[in-house]
Structures are given as structure tokens and as C-alpha cells.
């Protein structure tokens, strides 16, 4: 059979790596000079959307052994699906703003850019200080978009205590590399092997999963994250949630393989982590009726599964369980921005999708395709995305884990199919002919409207990137034994 990695010609090496990062600066400069540009905010989007399809072109292309810089930046094979994976999400994101975005969107989409940068050069990174200075750059813009509604006091709430843990984790995120590269004498990750088995690695171990755990919000680091996403716009939670989640899961996976000379710290730090997240996201999520807070709690519990998939290092199945975790936080991040994507234009109560199958039929379908795979129902993406961290587990002799996920998976049913149930059989408790400024007056600054509205015209566009995430959901579930052979067959690392 054909691989994958066969099947795309590798063009680019050297400094080609950085094409993609070029690309999306350029596009960031021209956002942020929009109103002096063709099309203003919405040709800044569509500017910005043709900039990412093309890096994410040029990412998928590079060459499988291009190094940068001395090492400092490596595109591994797992590096090229995590770039593809993010500028594929941020494509979509873009394609939704540029068509159904109002008010200023010009500067959120020069963010998205800078942060999209960000994360690339962070799943790339094989340094220290590369890596550092890579996650910031993706996690700041973050920041200014949760809070981005300045009008809103809520999303100014969620921005500060999103933007005070996020800076506290980070902290601990420097110190930790900064013993590192006393114990060791190098920032390079290939020194990170070579950690000595005294107190002092376990320090630097705790204190730089502290910090990623934090941007993954995983427990017991996930208190901003509920609150940040009630407080925050659907449209920029629709990114806070998928984006950094992916960039922090991969970074993880990378700081995992090099120090693996520690196996039994590693192993348990994981998985207490995995543990915490599985228990706390489903149960936190059961009572919300916000469905951003939902989703928060439910990106809690599927970070406990990534958490669980690299928890089996240090066995057999250890180089397996690390591709899987990277497959499946894919797998959650495709829908969950199919979700959040339909409530940035119906609202952000579970109960705003009231009515939704007879206001817009194809967007109720794409929800059902995109809930069911977070459920993980054959042959959506996430049924895969949870089958191959089952699998991983069985080889980890982690049943007792396993176990728990397969519970965790069975409550998760509950609070997603009734999603489903509001979209089909509810009817809106109160339903109102507003006009579209009216309908849209929250996304410019004036506050969440009480009533329930009447989404009356959503663009083609804007349509088009939800069905956009069930189509993909779809084919990556049915092409994943593809993907995964990808992983299976090229050197990681």
C-alpha cells in the first residue's frame, strides 16, 4: 500500500522551514493595516486565510530531516502534522471570521496570525530558549482575545485570570529550564537526556510540566479556563480551546520522548495529571448550562485522555501511546471548533441552540457529526482518536486507567447528546424578529442580548467552515490507519 508520506513530494529544506512563519507575518502586518488596505476587515481575513492555506501547503511539504539554526528548530514528522493540523484549524477560523465576523475583526485576525506563528515554531522547537520564546508569542495573542469585547466585563475578567495563571505557570516554566540548563550545560533537548537521577531533576520535570500542563488546562491547572470561556466571545473561544491546546500537547509529547531517562517521575506525573483531568472535566461538565463553560470542562477531561496516552512511556508501547496523543488531540480539536463555530452564531447558552435544525439545517448535521465524534462513535475521528489511546493503554498494562476513561467516555454521553436533544426537539423559549445589527449588537461590544434570537441569515461562507470541520472529522476518522502509519513509519524525533 502507498504511504502517506510517499504520496506528497518533499520539496522544501533549510530555510524553506521558515516560509510558513514569513507568510503569516506578513499577513498579521497586513490585518493591522486594514482600513488603509483593499477590503478592509474582512479582506484582511481572506488575506490572512489564503496566507495559512498556503503555509500549511509548504508545512506538509517540507522535508521530514530539514534542521535550522544548529538544531534549534527540526521538522520531524510529527512537527509537519501538528503544523498542518494548526493552520487547517486556523484556516477555518478565518473562513467563519472573514465571512460572519462584525465590528473589529481586523486586529483579531493580525492575532490569530502572530499566535499561529507562535505555535509552529513551537512544535518545531529543539531548544530550550526557542521553545520559550515560541510559546509566548502564541499564548499572548490569546490573551487579547478572550478579553477582545472590551465593553464586556466578563470577557475582561476571563482575559486577567486567564493572563495571571497563564504568566504564573509560565514562570515556573522558565525556572524549570533554567536548572535544566545548569544540570546539563546546554538549552538543546538532546542534553535533557542526560538529566543526573538527583532531587534537583525532579524539580526541573515538576516545574516544566507545570507550565505546559497549565496552557493544555489540565488538571489541577485548569481553574481559568471555565470562567475565561464564559466570559470570552464563542468565536474567540473557538480558537483559545483548539489552537494553543494542540501547540502545548505537542510540545509536551517532544519534552516526554527526550526525558524519558526519567521513566517513573514521567510516568506518574502523567498520569495523576490524566487522572486529575479525566475526573474532574466529565463531572464539571454535567451541570453547565453555558455551553462554553461545557466545553471547557470537557477540554479538561480530553486533555486527561492525551495526559493518559503519554502516561504509557517508558514501556513497549511507549513511542505508540506519544504519536497517539498527538493524533487525538487533533481528533478533539477538529470538532470542538465545529461546535463553538455554530454557537458564535447562535449564542452561548446551550439552551441559544434551541430550534437550530429548522433555522439551519446543514449546521445541525455538522453539530451532530462533530458531537458524535467527541462522543467517539465509528467511523468519526474520535472514536479512532479514543480506540488508539485504549489500545496504547491495554500495552501500558494501564487497564486500571483505562477503566476510568471508558467510564469518563460513558458520562460524557450525557452532557453532549444534549446538545444534541436542544438543537432537534427544543423549541426557543422566547423568539424574537430583530434586525441584524440588533442580532449582532453583542459581538460589537454591547453585551450577550438576554433574549433568545432568531438566527436568520448566517453568510454561505460562515456555513461552509462548520460543515468544513464534519467534513474533515469525517475523513480523518476513515483515512486515520493512513495517519497513523505516517507516524508509525518516520522517525519522530
Not at 522535508?63 to 484549524?89: E, H, I, P, Y
Not at 525556572?175 to 545548569?182: E, Q, R, V
Request: aromatic residues 12%; charged residues 10%.
Amino acid at each position: 500500500m502507498v504511504q502517506f508520506h510517499t504520496a506528497i513530494p518533499i520539496l522544501f529544506k533549510g530555510y524553506a522551514l521558515l516560509f510558513p512563519e514569513a507568510l503569516l507575518i506578513l499577513a498579521a502586518v497586513w490585518a493591522l493595516f486594514a482600513d488603509r488596505l483593499p477590503g478592509r476587515g474582512r479582506g484582511s481575513g481572506v488575506v490572512a486565510a489564503g496566507a495559512v492555506l498556503f503555509a500549511g501547503v509548504i508545512t506538509g511539504l517540507t522535508a521530514g530531516d530539514a534542521v535550522l539554526f544548529g538544531g534549534k528548530l527540526v521538522a520531524s514528522t510529527d512537527a509537519r502534522f501538528g503544523g498542518v493540523a494548526l493552520c487547517v484549524l486556523a484556516l477555518i477560523w478565518l473562513i467563519w471570521t472573514a465571512a460572519a465576523g462584525k465590528g473589529r475583526t481586523s486586529e483579531a485576525v493580525a492575532l490569530v496570525c502572530l499566535s499561529l506563528a507562535g505555535g509552529l515554531l513551537a512544535i518545531q522547537a529543539a531548544d530550550i530558549i526557542v521553545l520559550l520564546l515560541a510559546l509566548e508569542l502564541s499564548a499572548m495573542p490569546v490573551y487579547v482575545l478572550i478579553g477582545y469585547r472590551h465593553k464586556r466585563s466578563e470577557g475582561l475578567e476571563g482575559a486577567l485570570k486567564y493572563f495571571l495563571l497563564s504568566m504564573l505557570t509560565s514562570l515556573f516554566l522558565f525556572y524549570g529550564a533554567s536548572f535544566a540548563f545548569g544540570l546539563v550545560g546546554t538549552t538543546n533537548y538532546g542534553g535533557l537526556q542526560f538529566l543526573p537521577n538527583e532531587p534537583l531533576a525532579a524539580v526541573v520535570l515538576i516545574f516544566m510540566f507545570v507550565g505546559i500542563l497549565a496552557k493544555m488546562s489540565a488538571a489541577p491547572f485548569h481553574f481559568w479556563a471555565p470562567d475565561a470561556y464564559e466570559g470570552a466571545e464563542p468565536w474567540a473561544v473557538a480558537y483559545a480551546a483548539t489552537l494553543p491546546k494542540v501547540v502545548a500537547s505537542f510540545v509536551l509529547v517532544r519534552l516526554v520522548m527526550v526525558l524519558s531517562g526519567q521513566p517513573v517521575l514521567l510516568k506518574w506525573a502523567l498520569l495523576i495529571a490524566a487522572v486529575l483531568s479525566m475526573l474532574v472535566g466529565s463531572l464539571g461538565a454535567l451541570t453547565q448550562k453555558d455551553l462554553r463553560r461545557m466545553m471547557a470542562y470537557s477540554g479538561i477531561a480530553n486533555m486527561g485522555f492525551v495526559l493518559l496516552a503519554m502516561g504509557v512511556v517508558g514501556t513497549q508501547a511507549g513511542s505508540l501511546g506519544l504519536g497517539f496523543a498527538q493524533f487525538f488531540v487533533v481528533a478533539y480539536a477538529l470538532p470542538t471548533m465545529g461546535i463553538l463555530l455554530v454557537a458564535s452564531s447562535e449564542g452561548g447558552r446551550v439552551s441559544d441552540l434551541a430550534g437550530l435544525s429548522k433555522r439551519r439545517p446543514l449546521a445541525a448535521g455538522a453539530l451532530v457529526v462533530c458531537i458524535l465524534s467527541m462522543v467517539g462513535v465509528p467511523p468519526l475521528m474520535g472514536f479512532f482518536g479514543k480506540f488508539f489511546i485504549f489500545f496504547a493503554g491495554i500495552g501500558g498494562s494501564l487497564l486500571w486507567c483505562v477503566i476510568l476513561m471508558v467510564l469518563v467516555s460513558v458520562v460524557a454521553v450525557f452532557y453532549y447528546l444534549r446538545l444534541i436533544k436542544t438543537a432537534f426537539f427544543d423549541e426557543p423559549q422566547q423568539v424574537e424578529t430583530l434586525s441584524e445589527g440588533r442580532y449582532f449588537s453583542w459581538l460589537l461590544g454591547a453585551g450577550e442580548a438576554e433574549e433568545r434570537v432568531e438566527a436568520r441569515s448566517v453568510p454561505i461562507a460562515a456555513e461552509f467552515a462548520v460543515l468544513l470541520c464534519a467534513l474533515l472529522v469525517i475523513a480523518a476518522g476513515v483515512g486515520s490507519g493512513v495517519i497513523i502509519n505516517w507516524f508509525i513509519l518516520n522517525p519522530r524525533y
